[in-house]
């Protein structure tokens, strides 16, 4: 009797290790990885943009967006080709006149000719990643206007157009995931942070589970642990992008804001507890970086009155520059400070963003890295 109790105690350790083993291969792991994209600070080729036009919301919304446009441009050529998108060819024109005015060479400057619906080519743009030969590829992610609440037809067609240009081989991922760029937050290191309100609405990927989600994210985007914030659905435009209130500065460090500019910026309190709390992939705290909000609330160029403060948190990594929103506000020297500071390599600029807030986005909605 023992020796059969020994003997079936044997067996069923044999199959418990067999099933561990077999549970284990299929954990999503380093080798389920097929494309890593570059953490934002990671040397650039060039930054590309699309300029705002008059086809959409008219002259003056085109008007009052072209200063900041021409000081971002100004700044990116310094370092980096810029890549830019015009709706027309009346357009390309009228912009090369903007940059000449302003004494801007357009050596490191060049031109697409495609229509938009508008200017946020981080979330509709590009997405470069590598494969496992070390190749720079094109993402082309689905997007449909931030769950259909704007046009986004020309936008769509976007990454798909770029590719073509380049010659360069596109992976598409239309029917797969609708993933906005300003959506997730990549540290470099195998981590990625995302609000489940901007990424699992059914807006966006009608009943996709969170495991779904981070299946695609490992294979696509290289990384294989996630810091998921709840977000809030219906907040503004986009379901409360990760990219307005945190960020990774570096493989290290998150920057965001402290605990009550966060309750300002409508950031759930179990949300900004999960921030404070994140770890590396190797469970190692992220150093924190808070920014300010601003003193005040934003107001426009034109005089019109927001009602809300802005986020410096926003910001772009370029080469040899980091172009952070300014708002006229008395904050702008102190959150540039800080963000000096964590780029030692790297001059800030702050770029005016007051007229292009009163749409809903910053600096880093409407730019996005083309790797070196």
Excluded at 83 to 109: C, F, P, V
Aim: aromatic share 10%; glycine share 6%.
């Amino acid at each position: 009797m023992k020796n059969k109790m020994l003997s079936l105690i044997i067996s069923l350790l044999t199959i418990f290790s067999s099933c561990q083993k077999a549970d284990e291969s299929l954990q999503p792991a380093d080798a389920t990885v097929m494309y890593t994209m570059p953490e934002e600070s990671a040397p650039h080729e060039g930054t590309w943009l699309q300029w705002p036009h008059q086809y959409q919301y008219g002259a003056t919304y085109r008007n009052r967006l072209d200063a900041t446009w021409v000081k971002m441009t100004q700044t990116l050529a310094e370092s980096e080709r810029v890549h830019i998108i015009a709706y027309d060819e009346q357009e390309q024109s009228r912009i090369i006149n903007l940059l000449n005015n302003a004494g801007i060479s357009l050596t490191n400057i060049d031109f697409k000719i495609y229509p938009t619906d508008d200017v946020w080519v981080r979330d509709n743009g590009p997405i470069y990643v590598k494969d496992n030969k070390g190749q720079l590829v094109v993402e082309d992610w689905g997007f449909n206007g931030w769950g259909k609440k704007a046009d986004y037809q020309n936008c769509d067609l976007i990454p798909s157009k770029i590719a073509s240009s380049q010659n360069r081989t596109k992976i598409d991922l239309n029917a797969v995931m609708v993933n906005e760029g300003g959506a997730v937050e990549i540290d470099g290191a195998g981590v990625l942070m995302a609000t489940k309100s901007a990424v699992l609405n059914n807006n966006r990927n009608p009943g996709m589970s969170q495991s779904q989600a981070e299946a695609i994210f490992t294979k696509y985007l290289g990384v294989t642990k996630f810091i998921w914030l709840k977000g809030k659905a219906g907040l503004e435009i986009t379901d409360m992008h990760i990219d307005g209130f945190a960020r990774f500065g570096n493989t290290k460090t998150l920057v965001t804001m402290d605990f009550d500019d966060l309750l300002d910026w409508q950031v759930p309190e179990e949300d900004i507890n999960t921030l404070y709390a994140a770890t590396d992939k190797n469970g190692a705290p992220y150093t924190l970086v808070k920014l300010p909000l601003t003193k005040n609330n934003v107001e426009t160029v034109y005089g019109k009155k927001l009602g809300y403060k802005g986020s410096y948190v926003n910001y772009y990594i370029a080469n040899k520059r980091v172009l952070v929103p300014n708002y006229n506000d008395p904050n702008d020297v102190v959150a540039n400070r800080i963000i000096q500071r964590l780029y030692p390599d790297r001059v800030v600029v702050g770029i005016d963003v007051r007229n292009l807030y009163a749409n809903g986005g910053m600096i880093h909605c409407v730019t996005q890295q083309q790797p070196r």
